[in-house]
């Protein structure tokens, strides 16, 4: 007991480092997403759907081959006419993954069970050099 009272600030030290450590783990919230080495292999191997949540200019830029564009404030109510199969595995993406993570809480209120974000979004993508394509 002697050692905890008179080592208190070294004690304090060692549990805010180890908190620091373990916030990102707790903050995934059941996940950070799909790396971009998996999302291919959904797409190949399981025909994933990709939808990028981002605005049509940043999608002109750049987006996923073959990804469908339903901007996030169009997202719900144009998810399921853009998506018939809600089995089928959704891969939603944007820029950097926020908007597609709240995209993917109303994706899952709305029945598909499959849908998972692109870890990192389209930056992971091209840091994985990984090719986009660009619309005219």
Do not use: Y
Not at 36 to 46: D, F, G, T
Not at 101 to 129: C, I, M, S, V, Y
């Amino acid at each position: 007991m002697k050692f905890i009272i008179d080592n208190w600030l070294l004690l304090a030290v060692v549990l805010v480092s180890g908190g620091m450590l373990l916030w990102p783990l707790l903050t995934r919230r059941g996940g950070s997403g799909l790396d971009p080495a998996a999302a291919v292999q959904l797409i190949n191997r399981e025909r994933a759907v990709v939808v990028d949540v981002s605005e049509p200019a940043e999608f002109a830029a750049g987006h996923i081959g073959g990804a469908k564009n339903l901007p996030l404030g169009q997202f719900e109510a144009k998810l399921e006419s853009a998506v018939k199969n809600k089995t089928v595995p959704l891969i939603l993406v944007c820029a950097t993954g926020v908007r597609a993570g709240r995209a993917l809480a109303a994706a899952r209120k709305l029945g598909f069970e499959h849908a998972q974000t692109l870890g990192g979004g389209l930056k992971a993508w091209k840091d994985a050099n990984l090719p986009l394509e660009t619309s005219r």
